[in-house]
């Protein structure tokens, strides 16, 4: 038998739109022959729905909308769709067998995780039965994404006679993701011996991207189909009469090209979702502006892309010509607004308050404070979104400001460490050179007062890099982190930095998740909290 996986990109409460293009890819698998189509997980809502799913009329609409695509669906076809499910008072993330015209049965998901960036817990109950029906001469069984991360729900569908498992998935995308969706996978396999044809989401979804990167898996682990990473659309696995499976071997992207294509469709969609006509970047000649002005030119096309300079009598020359090279590489407006009159004129306006008092980071963020304003007043004028530059290093240590470089609408490097962006603009270059190899190269600063370099505030930003990951990402304690190799000094100082600035990230816009613990609905702290881990 064939089988379609519709590696589809839905949007969040768009329920007609997600059902015109489920209709659409099973025309498109009904021509190429398939038995069945099986779509992600929650397709028909998009994924997470949050707290829509708490919403009596939202499940009243789905199954409306549901019903109603069973009758429009090719009558040859079967399709597995993902949806919410309200009946009895209860609420469940489940899956319906689409075929003939009706509903024919449906799956209610089992384990519902509720921890990093889930909470199903919060929304849904879980379901108890396994699902299995035949199609095409073969008894598949149903799993919905975290039932094969623990045993139960896949043993379940064996003992009930399935010959091939089903799973389909809202999985998003972190770094290292695709290794651990195989091996829990093949986990399931050994205890049941059966193959796993895994569907899984594309798309950007607030916080969220879903990398597709669906695969099949004979009843030995082998791999035996991998679908492209990132790219929605219509893929092919084939089961013999033994339900082998077998299909194409897209190959597996590099670490930075994974982590790349994550940040360009995580922009292209928060911005086309959201009906943003265009995007705005402050420039400074920086690294973290060069890459987000590349990701946002790749996903948008330049002529969607507004670079704006802001200089002070802080900015070097040469800051001044690699951001007009940068914008000239990518062929997008560049615009230079100099702040100086601006900054003098809030200075002179506290001359008073400020009298005999030196020049420090007041004077400093009063100037990042002047272009968040600048970048605002724009994007209310002529409607485009604002993206942020920082990144996780300096969203974890503090070294960003409040209402200034923080103020926009969307964070891309948020989730990306700053020795990640140095290896990310560099893998940029290779697929053509846009970013000047000085902007590279050159040591960063803020440039918000004389002879400044991000040094001379943070540790250096491979040492701050490996700490934050040990703390933020591993929860792992400063004495362990010490014990790593890591002088206690540097640890006692970036840990005082990460809690220190805990106010600071609650307010910053939502940003991309490319690792296992971002900053955001992934990792929640208290802000008021006096806690201190011992050394």
Not at 40 to 53: I, Q, R, T, V
Not at 113 to 137: I, K, L, Q, W, Y
Not at 364 to 392: H, W
Not at 415 to 422: E, I, R
Request: with cysteine; aromatic share 6%.
């Amino acid at each position: 038998m064939k089988i379609a996986l519709a590696q589809m990109n839905p949007t969040v409460g768009d329920l007609a739109g997600n059902a015109d293009r489920i209709l659409e890819l099973a025309g498109q698998a009904t021509l190429a022959g398939a038995d069945l189509m099986v779509t992600p997980e929650l397709a028909l809502c998009g994924y997470p729905p949050e707290d829509l799913a708490l919403r009596a009329d939202f499940h009243d609409e789905n199954l409306r909308v549901l019903t109603e695509l069973a009758a429009r669906l090719p009558a040859e076809l079967a399709v597995l769709i993902g949806h919410p499910l309200a009946e009895a008072g209860d609420r469940y993330n489940a899956a319906s067998l689409l075929r003939g015209g009706r509903i024919e049965r449906t799956y209610r998901k089992q384990k519902l995780p509720n921890h990093s960036v889930f909470d199903e817990v919060r929304t849904f109950m879980p379901g108890a039965e396994a699902c299995v029906f035949e199609c095409g001469g073969l008894r598949l069984g149903v799993n919905i994404c975290a039932d094969i991360w623990e045993a139960g729900p896949a043993e379940q569908a064996a003992a009930a006679g399935a010959q091939a498992l089903l799973v389909l998935n809202a999985s998003p995308f972190h770094l290292d993701k695709t290794g651990e969706r195989m091996r829990v996978a093949r986990e399931r396999i050994a205890a049941t011996g059966i193959p796993v044809v895994y569907v899984n989401m594309v798309g950007g979804q607030d916080e969220l991207v879903f990398d597709g990167a669906s695969f099949a898996l004979a009843g030995d682990g082998a791999l035996a189909a991998r679908c492209p990473a990132f790219e929605a659309g219509l893929y092919f696995v084939e089961l013999d009469a033994d339900a082998r499976p077998r299909g194409d071997l897209a190959e597996p992207a590099t670490t930075e090209a994974a982590v790349y294509q994550a940040l360009v469709l995580g922009v292209r969609d928060y911005v086309a979702k959201n009906g943003f006509p265009g995007v705005l970047v402050g420039s400074s000649g920086g690294i973290d502006s060069a890459l987000t002005l590349a990701i946002a030119v790749d996903a948008l096309g330049p002529e969607r892309v507004q670079a704006v300079m802001m200089p002070s009598q802080y900015t070097a020359s040469i800051s001044l010509e690699d951001a007009e090279q940068l914008a000239q590489n990518l062929g997008i407006r560049y615009d230079v607004q100099p702040i100086k009159l601006m900054f003098d004129a809030f200075l002179s306006e506290l001359a008073d308050e400020f009298e005999d008092l030196p020049f420090d980071q007041t004077e400093e963020n009063i100037q990042a404070r002047v272009r968040g304003v600048i970048l605002m007043a724009l994007s209310n004028k002529f409607g485009q979104l604002v993206l942020t530059t920082g990144n996780k290093s300096e969203m974890a240590s503090g070294y960003a400001t409040l209402y200034g470089d923080m103020a926009g609408g969307f964070a891309v490097l948020k989730d990306v460490a700053k020795t990640l962006v140095w290896r990310l603009a560099r893998h940029r270059n290779t697929l053509s050179p846009v970013i000047p190899e000085r902007i590279i190269n050159r040591p960063p600063t803020a440039e918000l007062r004389a002879n400044q370099c991000d040094q001379d505030s943070l540790p250096p930003y491979d040492v701050l890099d490996a700490i934050m990951a040990c703390y933020v990402e591993r929860d792992m304690a400063p004495r362990d982190i010490v014990a790593e190799g890591y002088a206690e000094a540097d640890v006692r100082r970036v840990i005082g930095l990460i809690d220190r600035s805990e106010y600071k990230r609650r307010q910053s816009p939502p940003g991309i998740r490319i690792t296992a613990r971002g900053f955001g609905r992934d990792r929640r702290y208290p802000i008021t909290n006096k806690y201190r881990a011992p050394f």
